[in-house]
């Protein structure tokens, strides 16, 4: 065994060398051009709605109330927002000279990596060592994945979770063992199997109703006492009210309620506490072997699922993915691990998403509502008209994907699902790639089409259904390197290489040619990012706003007076503290101002002060992002 384990360490090294390569280039390239990237639209209220979240443990033990952030943020796990807020703070202990924001941004670019070591070994399932790389690398270089990955506290960080989710998972259900620990259902007495169905019956139905149940209980002790207050402690509830209390009618009704739920949280962690003890004796007792299904794996596989659920309401597809593989591997045989991994799923999830712990069952529902029919009231530009998002019309998506994607990746994906449908139909091989292809990409992706759903700021909100495209485009570049032919005239491992390298060069040379604004990318099928400039959105998200405030750093004179538009707290980061801000949303609004900062997107440029000189542009490729202007009268 010694001399064993060495070789296979050393060969599973060599193997992955090149991802090794990947992780480390990217980690680079990622720490040295972080602080190109501005801060985006929405983050500000992201990690204030962190900070909320985070304060909501202590008010929930102390107080028996969470803090609400409002306008739908709440619907949104804070999970991983908390964790990157609370190590950025940390981290500028040690890098002062830092911006919070930039701290933040180099912990996305570390995320991010395990999307892309997740996405590898989901890969290596179904392809050859070297077309995994390679769809790996087609899959990261991808401009629009890219750029957003500097700069997205929503959408990357969940795809990565959802992919960091699945490979887990699927690892935990290769795991599983041919026999389940302990003796055979049929062998086991009926008294045996009665106590079993009658134990855990008992504790599902208790843990359900601890959980799911206390948005129930939470109205029952506040209608209670609201009833008992206004009886003047008549009747039962009262007298044991009045009792308890020395200021009975006194104080307001409110203290009463907060109180009562204070005393339910408690009891509701005592009684959970003690149904796990109870179930764990029970088991440990009658049937010790069973707890071998507690591996480290599939532990970690269902914490991964829980903190990917508790970021976006739409993780539980992955769990979904992942049962689905194990009972498809395993059969019924899978049915325990199952059990237990959605269980622990749902725990890290309910510990980590405060929001819900009012009523876990109504607020799920409301998040899930919420997220399938986003509430978002702007304007999004699509093939140069502006519309509402109930307004896109069916191609939306379709058009989209195919614009904001490399050349190579559709034909290679097309290849590859028409190659290997025809080989599922001829051998039946590989139908678990199918499968997992048809739940996870075509059926959501088929749905969001037929019902229109509310998208804007392009496709970002479906990244995590698009990995799947990458697999399929590795299949079809698996069946193109295998046609090349081998011998004396053709050296294949270079032909190899050469014919990766021509896949992956429009996505590389995008990103040096867009630095720092690769998530703005249309191919050139609509004629690059030029061809789409007020066509369809570029810069949404305002990150263009750091290069310019820079400029204006370098131009304006001390104390000048700046309206900035559309997101005027991005200008704030990064301008001089001695120049003046002004925007809409401020309540004072001078008569004139020295310098002029505006987005293009919803034609701002063109909108605010129209008859200011442009002294700047941020733009790429003729297509420009943010402009500096100077009104005529302050030259």
Known sequence: MNNIMPEKL??????????????????????????????????????????????????????????????????????????????????????????????????????????????????????????????????????????????????????????????LGFRAAGAIPQRNPGPAWGSLPCTDRRKILIVSGLWLISLVF??????????????????????????????????????????????????????????????????????????????????????????????ALGLCTSTRILGPLAGLLVGIFMLKTHGKQAWPTLLLYVLIAQFIMYITWPYLWPNPAGRLVESLQVMSRYPWEGQL????????????????????????????????????????????ARTRRQGDLYTLLGVWMILPLAGLIVIRAPLYDNFRQIFFLLPPVFLLAGVGLEFILEKIPRGARFNQPLLWVITVALALLPGIWADLRLHPYQYTYYNSFIGGVGGAFRRFETDYWGISYREASLKLNQTAEPDAAIWVSGPAHLGQVYLRDDLRVYSGYENERLDTYDYVLSLTRYEADLKEYPEADIIFRVERDKAAFAVIKKPTHNR
């Open 10 to 167: 050393k060969n599973n090294l060599v193997e992955h060398l090149p991802l090794i390569f990947l992780i480390a280039a990217s980690l680079l390239i990622g720490l040295l051009t972080v602080r190109a990237y501005g801060e985006s639209w929405d983050e500000l209220k992201f990690y204030k709605y962190a900070d909320d979240a985070l304060a909501s443990y202590g008010a929930w033990l102390q107080k028996g109330e969470i803090i609400p952030f409002g306008n739908t943020y709440d619907n949104y796990g804070p999970a991983f927002v908390i964790i990157v807020q609370q190590t950025a703070r940390a981290l500028q202990r040690l890098f002062p000279g830092w911006l919070l924001s930039d701290l933040r941004h180099v912990l996305y670019v570390l995320f991010a990596q395990l999307g892309t070591i997740s996405f590898y070994f989901i890969a290596r399932r179904w392809l050859k060592p070297f077309t995994a790389i390679a769809a790996t690398l087609l899959f990261v270089t991808q401009p629009v994945f890219w750029g957003h990955t500097f700069f997205s506290p929503k959408d990357i960080p969940f795809m990565t979770s959802f992919l960091a989710s699945l490979a």
């Open 381 to 424: 530009l699509f093939n140069g008209a502006y519309l509402s998002p109930s307004e896109v019309p069916w191609y939306y998506l379709p058009l989209l994907l195919g614009i904001q994607f490399t050349e190579p990746v559709w034909p290679l994906f097309f290849t590859g699902l028409g190659l290997g449908l025809w080989q599922w």
């Open 210 to 303: 601890i959980t799911y149940g206390a948005g129930l209980i939470f109205s029952l002790i506040s209608t209670t006492i609201r009833n008992a207050y206004a009886s003047n402690g008549n009747g039962l509830a009262g007298s044991l009210l009045k009792s308890a209390a020395s200021d009975f009618g006194t104080a307001p009704v409110e203290i009463y309620i907060r109180k009562g739920n204070l005393a339910f949280i408690w009891l509701q962690a005592g009684a959970f506490t003690a149904s796990v003890g109870m179930i764990t004796w029970f088991f440990a007792r009658k049937f010790p072997a069973l707890f071998r299904l507690f591996t480290p794996g599939l532990v970690l596989a269902a914490a």
